[in-house]
């Protein structure tokens, strides 16, 4: 499907087996691939068979790389068509193991929200904050979504703000605030025969438009190609004119990280990293009828592994793992600014 092609023009069922037959091509890929298929059958009100493609990731031989965001995808699905009792005990998983991830915690609170648990939806998203957010001087752009959507739950509980909500209002750049977007007596504003509310609710609307074009636009990460160290070796070993791309491996991580942040400080968004592999890499260059030796087929690479879902996202969260694969934690490893 064609990014600019007009949701009421789409076959969904057509783009989920065609998302379904790429996933078989590039099995590496399936988790972003069926979950892509998934919400496309959900478009198309063909809800058990996309909990079909959940259940199949879920029981497939692979292991996931996010687990709780494919549970709380089939959640979300399941309650939609009746399945209540087995979504939210599949939710109360998700929120029991804590995910490091923000997805998951949105779509189970959001999920909540909708079929009216507020109580539980601010709780969750309460959570999600705490454990996502605690001692982080910047919110992550991913985290976002729980501050907002605890806002607008709590406002809908009436509850006074707290330092949560007003981080929430700090991150908002919206001309309309929080507040007004989040205000449970808009929906009445719809309704008046008063032309300056219909007008200031049309003001409103336009806003929060705005917002979710601007989260939507949001392209996938400006991705940097990286390669373990036994794939570099396999890959010069086999391709000796890619030397001059990669001098030695130590070289090639220091590299990453210093283009990562000359990029991020000539204000370059969505920064990620990709990690390559030789036998995805040559399949890549077959595809294009290219020769893996061309050291220009590398970025081209990277940007197909970056739109396919592979990036993780630079720099990590404070403690995570480094993103060369030390096993050290970032600040400790690459992150170490001294």
């Known amino acids: 499907m064609r990014p600019d092609t007009p949701a009421e023009y789409v076959d969904h069922h057509a783009e989920a087996a065609r998302l379904e037959r790429t996933a078989g ?10 979950s892509q298929a998934a919400a496309h059958l959900e478009l198309a009100d063909d809800r058990p068979r996309a909990t079909s493609l959940y259940d199949r990731l879920l029981s497939g031989p692979t292991a996931l790389e996010n687990p709780f965001l494919v549970r709380a995808l089939k959640a979300a699905n399941l309650w939609e068509y009746g399945h209540e009792a087995e979504a939210t005990a599949i939710i109360e998983g998700v929120r029991a193991a804590s995910p490091r991830d923000p997805a998951p915690w949105v779509i189970v609170a959001e ?52 330092n949560w909500d007003a981080l929430a209002d700090t991150l908002h750049s919206s001309p309309v605030s929080l507040d007004e977007l989040h205000d449970p007596k ?9 032309p300056a509310e219909l007008e200031a609710e049309i003001s409103r609307l336009r806003a929060e ?5 601007e989260a939507l636009s949001r392209p996938f990460p400006v ?16 391709y000796p004119t890619l030397a001059e791309e990669y001098p030695s491996h130590e070289e090639h991580l220091a590299t990453i990280e210093e283009s990562l942040r000359e990029l991020a400080a000539s204000g370059t968004p969505n920064l990620g990293i990709v990690t390559g592999t030789v036998p995805s890499y040559e399949a890549f260059a077959a595809s294009e009828g290219a020769s893996p030796g061309d050291a220009l087929l590398l970025p081209q690479y990277a940007t197909t592994l970056a739109a396919r879902g ?29």
């Open 209 to 213: 438009l705005g917002k979710y074009r």
């Open 223 to 238: 991705a940097i190609l990286h390669w373990p160290a036994s794939e570099l070796t396999e890959l010069l070993s086999a």
């Open 25 to 34: 091509l590039y099995p590496e890929d399936a988790e972003h691939l069926l």
């Open 186 to 194: 808009r929906v009445w504003s719809l309704g008046s025969d008063n």
């Open 111 to 162: 999920a909540l929200e909708s079929h009216d648990e507020l109580e539980a939806a601010q709780q969750t998203f309460t959570e999600a904050a705490a454990h996502l957010l605690t001692d982080v001087q910047e919110p992550p752009y991913a985290t976002h979504p729980i501050l907002f959507g605890r806002h607008r739950v709590r406002r809908m509980l009436g509850l006074p703000h707290d």
């Open 310 to 338: 592979r990036a993780e996202a630079w720099p990590p969260e404070r403690g995570a793992s480094c993103w060369c694969g030390s096993g050290r934690v970032y600040e400790g490893c690459h992150g170490d600014t001294a």
